[in-house]
């Protein structure tokens, strides 16, 4: 929904909002056009949209199957957590070192990550509609890890830990679905190039040096 005039409240560009959450700007503004956050246009026509919904969104994914899409997203995310606090993941422990805003950063950006999959997975659509967007978690997950001098071989082995919890969550939502072995398979490999745009996001940072 677009306002004449601005809330008092934090609003941020598209841009902005596009880094905070790991998302394509073009993400940003399908969300502020069909109304999950509040926007407005400043006199010169940029749009800037709602930090407070942006951050609500993270929390609470909106999808068409929105209570589906939460249970695959927590789903995920307690199994990473179990992989690094449970020793599954040694390579776990660089993030030890990380400072507290890189910490929170990552904290955010793996949210944004389980949220997009379980998108994903109970739209049923095809990859490469999310694959703007897998990409784009990829820059940002390789941005702050090059930022925090972490090497290329441990930015993917930590990214692993969230790679195969996707994929132990998306074998859990076929059993449960009662697919058929090929099905099944089909959807692993959806899952498997959708975690693939991350990495590729995740290869072109280190390329570039950010």
């Known amino acids: 929904m677009e306002n004449d005039a601005a809330p008092k409240t934090t609003w941020l560009t598209l841009g902005a909002a596009s880094q905070l959450l790991g998302v394509s700007e073009s993400t940003v503004r399908r969300w502020a056009d069909a109304g ?3 926007a407005y246009r400043t006199s010169g026509g940029h749009r800037r949209v709602a930090e ?3 951050r609500q969104l993270v929390i609470t994914p909106a999808a068409p199957n929105a209570r589906d ?15 690094i606090s449970g020793g599954k993941a ?27 999959f379980a998108r994903f997975i109970t739209t049923g659509a095809k990859g490469e509609r999310f ?5 784009t978690v990829g820059h940002e997950y390789g941005r702050t890890l090059v930022t925090e001098g ?3 071989t441990a930015a993917i082995a930590t ?13 859990q939502i076929a059993s449960e679905a009662g697919l058929s072995s090929d099905d099944a398979v089909e959807a692993l490999e959806s899952v498997l190039r959708l975690t693939d745009s991350v990495l590729e996001g995740l290869a072109e940072i280190y390329e570039r040096g950010l």
């Open 159 to 171: 990214f692993n830990v969230m790679r195969y919890s996707l994929e132990e969550t998306a074998a």
């Open 52 to 54: 407070e919904d942006l």
């Open 36 to 38: 999950q956050v509040r």
């Open 131 to 135: 694959a703007e967007d897998a990409r």
């Open 69 to 83: 899409s939460v249970r695959i997203s927590d789903l995920a995310m307690a199994r990473a957590k179990r992989r």
């Open 150 to 152: 972490i090497g290329l």
């Open 90 to 116: 040694p390579q776990s422990r660089a993030f030890e070192a990380f400072s507290g805003e890189a910490r929170e950063k990552l904290r955010l950006i793996g949210r944004q990550l389980v949220d997009l």
